[in-house]
């Protein structure tokens, strides 16, 4: 039976991933990288720890055990500082409805500065729990923050349903043993083929999860 959802934030919650991948690209382009936003679309969900190796790493570059601080710091001012993002339609209607019935969460691997900025403005007094990739020492594709936001929510892996939008993260949920859904955001729909099921946009998304605010909504 389902008891608890947890939820990536960029990409399910809003539409705030153009504002990350922006300032990533100029991050890594003032460290003599070239990378795109298709390339950040693609380890969404990594925290910045790992999203800062996987890029030098591509590059063929290692990162100095002192850069992680600094660099997460410089994207964090850009992306506060360009941010337009917005919530997605329907969605802080439909968490109203599950609110009622389940404990929800939120497992996103941006940092908490971020995370708590966009849930206070767009879900205020939504979320039980707020799991982000500072609270975590390996992201997304490891299952640490999924397993971490469920134990925190005090559901069982089986009782427990993630939605996400990014390959990086539907790998996470599997890894924890759970069952997840997926919509397409920013990515084609086939990249996220490990989701137990895949929304190609959030209007079947939000209807999906109406369906469980019903009265048999309980059963994946």
């Known amino acids: 039976m389902l008891k608890g959802i947890v939820f990536d934030s960029d ?16 991050v890594f382009r003032d460290e003599g990288i070239d990378v795109s936003k298709e390339d950040i679309y693609e380890v969404e969900g990594s925290n910045h720890v790992g999203v800062i190796n996987i890029m030098f790493r591509k590059a063929g570059k290692k990162p100095d055990e002192a850069i992680y601080d600094a660099l997460l710091t410089k994207k964090r001012e850009l992306f506060m500082k360009n941010n337009q993002a917005k919530r997605f339609d329907g969605m802080y209607e439909c968490l109203g409805l599950l609110k009622d019935k389940y404990k929800i969460a939120v497992a996103s691997g941006a940092d908490r500065t971020i995370v708590k900025d966009l849930m206070e403005k767009f879900y205020p007094h939504v979320f039980d729990v707020l ?31 993630v939605v996400e939008n990014a390959p990086l993260g539907v790998k996470a949920a599997k890894n924890a043993g759970m069952y997840c859904v997926a919509v397409a955001t920013y990515v084609p729909a086939e990249e996220l083929s490990e989701a137990d099921r895949v929304f190609s946009d959030h209007s079947g998304l939000v209807d999906y999860l109406r369906s469980l605010a019903g009265p048999d909504g309980s059963e994946l």
């Open 131 to 161: 799991v982000t990739g500072e609270d975590v020492e390996n992201g997304k594709p490891d299952p640490e923050p999924y397993i971490k936001a469920a134990g925190m929510l005090e559901v069982g892996k089986d009782e427990c349903m």
């Open 11 to 26: 990409g399910v919650l809003v539409d705030s991933m153009p504002y990350h991948a922006q300032a990533w690209v100029q």
